[in-house]
T-cell receptor, first 117, second 108 residues
């Protein structure tokens, strides 16, 4: 099946620094990728929709200047958490859809656990 | 914002029993999908049911969809300890939005 690779799986950073998370579709091209945030024992909250070659669409309440999303190619989207604070500590998950069929399942990365100290 | 609500929030059963989880949503959809998540891991797609379908089977999984009631159910038959995980429904309109999830624990 289709594979989405997310890197890194875990990262610890100091307050005030920035962290970049990569999401790659390995064997298909993804016009659209989604970024989610998940707090412990809670569901996935959609943060933004990343469209190849254009600006990301952010959900209400998500700071676009804090969570920078770049989708430069059909196989790569990145999420940069800028000036990270302890409250940004969370599990971040990306997903991607095959551009040849947008109405099928989404494939998920394994997630990145971010801890800001 | 989350559109889906799931019940129960948590379910504990014995191995071999069936587990039923329900999902309700608010807007029109193209399809509805069920995912499984083991603790601290990414999501695994289980099954997709399209808006014009009413029931779908995949192995020990059975999914129903009632678009008039905007609800879906996931049935896992003959549960196993390895089925212990969180289960989420996700509604698919223009974007994939997840329900609150059900934490299933299967005791051996």
């Amino acid at each position: 099946g289709a594979v989405v690779s997310q890197h890194p799986s875990r990262v610890i950073c100091k307050s005030g620094t920035s962290v970049k998370i990569e999401c790659r579709s390995l064997d298909f091209q993804a016009t659209t990728m989604f970024w989610y945030r998940q707090f412990p024992k809670q569901s996935l909250m959609l943060m933004a929709t990343s469209n190849e070659g254009s600006k990301a669409t952010y959900e209400q309440g998500v700071e676009k200047d804090k969570f920078l999303i770049n989708h430069a190619s059909l196989t790569l989207s990145t999420l940069t958490v800028t000036s990270a604070h302890p409250e940004d500590s969370s599990f971040y998950i990306c997903s991607a859809r095959d551009r040849t069929n947008l109405r099928t399942e989404a494939f998920f990365g394994q997630g990145t656990r971010l801890t800001v100290v | 914002s989350q559109q889906g609500e799931e019940d129960p929030q948590a379910l504990s059963i014995q191995e071999g029993e069936n587990a039923t989880m329900n999902c309700s949503y608010k807007t029109s959809i193209n399809n509805l999908q069920w995912y499984r998540q083991n603790s601290g891991r990414g999501l695994v797609h289980l099954i997709l049911i399209r808006s014009n379908e009413r029931e779908k089977h995949s192995g020990r999984l059975r999914v129903t969809l009632d678009t008039s009631k905007k609800s879906s159910s996931l049935l896992i038959t003959a549960s196993r300890a390895a089925d212990t995980a969180s289960y989420f429904c996700a509604t698919d309109g223009n974007k994939l939005v997840f329900g609150a999830g059900t934490i299933l624990r299967v005791k051996s």
